[in-house]
């Protein structure tokens, strides 16, 4: 099984929009026995928390599902447990460095380089504007999806 990590800032707005969208495109692509997603977050901040209201509301808006889930950190384990590692910005990258260390196995990756592009995800925590960072995620996760060496039903 194929095991993926979102990861940002909280783990309140874009990695779990990440994880519900990637978990959507799985579902519809058949491939749940073949593709683990979560999320969790860099910092401290929002631990315990759930998805945040506005993330919420966009994926309610796509015809997303999600449920109710709290805001957990990554920890050098995780290197250990997942295949890809997906940071939301450049922050995350340096985060990624100072807790795991090297990427000796390459499974570090920023989302949307995925599709093509060198840039972070737009942070609605800042913006407010939900909509841009929800098609970031949604063009970063079906690049994602096409680039994984699983076999597609």
Request: net charge neutral; glycine share 6%; charged share 35%.
């Amino acid at each position: 099984m194929t095991k993926i990590l979102f990861v940002c800032h909280g783990n309140i707005c874009r990695s779990p929009m990440a994880e519900f969208v990637m978990k959507d495109l799985v579902r519809k692509a058949g491939l749940e026995d073949k593709i683990f997603v979560d999320s969790k977050a860099c910092r401290r901040d929002e631990l315990g928390s759930d998805t945040y209201y506005g993330t919420k509301e966009i994926l309610r808006k796509k015809g997303i599902p999600f449920s109710k889930r709290r805001a957990t950190q990554i920890t050098a384990e995780d290197y250990k447990n997942f295949d890809y590692i997906i940071g939301m910005d450049f922050e995350n990258m340096r985060d990624f460095k100072r807790i795991f260390g090297e990427d000796s196995q390459e499974k570090i990756y920023l989302l949307m380089n995925f599709a093509g592009e060198n840039r972070e995800v737009a942070d609605p925590w800042y913006t407010d504007d939900f909509e841009t960072t929800y098609n970031d995620v949604l063009k970063g996760c079906r690049a994602l999806l096409n680039f994984l060496p699983v076999e597609k039903n």
